[in-house]
């Protein structure tokens, strides 16, 4: 039997974001609940578990804790709510020096 491991987003009673990756999620939500965690989450109680995806080993879903961790509120709303199309859109690079505003500008010239 392969076991399994999980990536979850909480929102916390302050409406912020808590990530966190674990191979027991029914166990860890119970311990953020109950503030047997100390930490982040024990200090805005409740939280609501508002995403979790799994993943065959903890390299992958640890990967993935972090990924999501350095993304903005904007981000993990629209991973929250399934909206693939909007988190493709704010995942792309909007600096003066995107190649793709790069070759735009070349192309109009």
């Known amino acids: 039997m392969s076991k399994t491991y999980w990536v979850y987003i909480l929102k916390c009673s302050d409406g912020s974001y808590y990530t966190g990756s674990t191979s027991e999620i029914e166990t860890r939500l119970s311990e953020h609940q109950n503030g ?48 693939f199309d909007l988190l493709h859109e704010l995942a792309q690079c909007k600096n003066e020096t995107n190649f793709k505003r790069y070759e735009k500008n070349e192309n109009q010239t």
């Open 36 to 83: 047997s965690i100390n930490g982040y989450t024990s200090k805005c109680l409740p939280v609501k578990l508002v995403f979790s995806d799994y993943f065959e080993n903890a390299y992958d879903a640890v990967s993935a804790e972090r990924q999501i961790k350095g993304w903005t509120r904007a981000k993990k709303e629209a991973l929250i709510n399934g909206n």
